[in-house]
């Protein structure tokens, strides 16, 4: 399984310290696509009132058994609890896991969704904050939503949330201009720093919402744009085939 532990987490590094007080250092975030950005740190902590209203429409379609994966430092699922709601959060970073263990999220542990056993399924599957990211790339976007389809309950639904990037890409013909090497233009390669603290590269997937049809056309799911907003961003729902 794949687990970040605190040496490799400069994410997690910083969720600690934000959480515990500490000095908050800049999580730094390089990019193959963006110039060098920062994440500020208590965005991570964001309330409800705080999150995009995409974010906020989640929470509030949310139901039944919810399962919060990539949870971060939790802000989801403690929102979910604070509105009665049923939820259990996984996260590969031990130290986010430990944190939110200490802000009161009851049930959390350390788990990769790609990986391990899963006893359950669930009625709805959260990923937010580009949630379709975790696929990492387009070509392991299928297999990446058929794991999302077997802890999926028979009626329930997948919420994610995604920015389509055309729009950094597109020329005035209005075609794409792909970077060298890259095959699809949501395809980002991302690396983080905090401190000494340097993060292994990763792959983030960006995802249009046809594209994301397609592939859940292809595996029995149906997805719906549930809405979108004008920095290019939207919250879609994937649910089983009638
Ligand atoms: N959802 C949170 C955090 C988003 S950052 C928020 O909106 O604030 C993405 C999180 O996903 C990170 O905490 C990272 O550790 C976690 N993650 C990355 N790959 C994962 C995987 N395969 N399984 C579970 N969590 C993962």
Request: aromatic share 8%; glycine share 8%.
């Amino acid at each position: 399984m794949l687990k970040l532990s605190p040496e490799a987490d400069p994410m997690g590094a910083a969720i600690k310290a934000f959480h515990t007080k500490k000095k908050v250092e800049r999580l730094r975030v390089l990019s193959s696509l963006f110039d060098e950005d920062e994440i500020p740190v208590s965005h991570l902590f964001r309330s409800i009132e705080e999150m995009p209203l995409l974010e906020q429409k989640a929470l509030h379609i949310a139901k039944g058994r919810i399962l919060d994966i990539g949870a971060g430092a939790g802000c989801h699922s403690l929102a979910l609890q604070e509105m009665g709601k049923e939820v259990e959060a996984i996260d590969i970073s031990e130290l986010a896991v430990e944190v939110m263990q200490e802000r009161g999220v009851k049930h959390v542990r350390v788990a990769d969704l790609l990986d391990g056993q899963w006893s359950r399924q669930y009625d709805t599957l959260l990923l937010l904050m580009n949630g379709t990211g975790l696929a990492g790339r387009l070509r392991q976007l299928d297999n990446f939503l058929l794991r999302l389809k077997h802890l999926l309950a028979p009626q329930g639904q997948i919420l994610l949330d995604s920015s389509d990037l055309r729009f950094i890409f597109e020329n005035e013909e209005g075609n794409i201009d792909l970077a060298e090497g890259q095959d699809y233009y949501g395809e980002v390669d991302f690396q983080m720093k905090y401190g000494k603290i340097i993060g292994r590269p990763f792959h983030w997937l960006y995802l249009d919402f046809p594209t994301l049809q397609a592939a859940a056309t292809r595996i029995n799911l149906c997805a719906e744009l549930i809405e979108e907003n004008e920095e290019h961003a939207y919250l879609a729902r994937l649910t089983h085939q009638l």
